[in-house]
């Protein structure tokens, strides 16, 4: 059974870079697409982008100038960066897994993000 | 971008109702819109996939039904474990986007 889980700081200060990395456990990293996704505290989902196996990649245009994702197959990692942080980056983060009919069925817990001094 | 709109926003019902919730989207997206619960402090789980499939494991008192740009997601008799947050997501084009949600309490 496929796992997420979810790694990184906490807290991030403001304009600096938000980092958390997304480990993929009893399953293989290849042959799918890996997404972030983002709720702040009681608001809605909003999807941040996608990254498949191979490293191609699709941002929301929304946050594209200041995000960039990884995968690193060897660890069963992927990863986001989002530079430029600023408080309406705060939220909890989800990893999730995308099927080839383009639903997410797998997620990770989720990380809280906070973005203060 | 695809706007995805939801109603209502919330609602209050008893165990046994009959729940609908309703979405609808900014443009035509076939029947690329997927259903997800989220229980507070949880993450989302798929409930519905294609507009009308229901994942498995997923009881059958869920059902989805909609094409096009409008979408519905009933729960034929809530049960306790029902009360929560219902999203829909667009898979049509990107970015994927998802309605503001419709949150289910108890009456």
């Known amino acids: 059974q496929v796992q997420l889980q979810e790694s990184g700081p906490g807290l991030v200060k403001p304009s600096e870079t938000l980092s958390l990395t997304c480990t993929v456990s009893?399953?293989?990293?290849?042959?799918?697409?890996w997404s972030w996704v983002r709720q702040p505290a009681g608001k809605g989902l909003e999807w941040i982008g996608r990254?498949?196996?191979?490293?191609?990649?699709n941002y929301n245009p929304s946050l594209r100038s200041r995000v960039t994702m990884s995968v690193d197959t060897s660890k069963n990692q992927f990863s986001l960066k989002l530079n430029s942080a600023t408080a309406a980056d705060t939220a909890v983060y989800y990893c999730?897994?995308?099927?080839?009919?383009?639903?997410?069925?797998?997620w990770g817990i989720g990380t809280t993000v906070t973005v203060s001094s | 971008d695809i706007q995805m709109t939801q109603s209502p926003s919330s609602l209050s019902a008893s165990v046994g109702d009959r729940v609908t919730i309703t979405c609808q989207a900014s443009?035509?997206?076939?029947?690329?819109l997927n259903w997800y619960q989220q229980k507070p402090g949880k993450a989302p789980e798929l409930l519905i996939y294609?507009?009308?499939n229901l994942q498995t494991g997923v009881p059958s008192r869920f059902s989805g039904s909609g094409s096009d740009t409008d979408f519905t997601l009933t729960i034929s008799s809530l049960q306790p474990e029902d009360f929560a947050t219902y999203h829909c997501?667009?898979?049509?084009?990107?970015?994927?986007?998802f309605g503001p949600g419709t949150k289910v309490d108890f009456k």
């Open positions: 999730c897994r995308v099927t080839d009919r383009a639903y997410m069925d797998v």
């Open positions: 009893g399953g293989s990293i290849s042959r799918y697409y």
């Open positions: 990254i498949y196996s191979s490293g191609t990649t």
């Open positions: 443009q035509d997206i076939g029947k690329n």
């Open positions: 294609d507009a009308s």
């Open positions: 997501q667009q898979y049509d084009n990107l970015p994927r986007t």
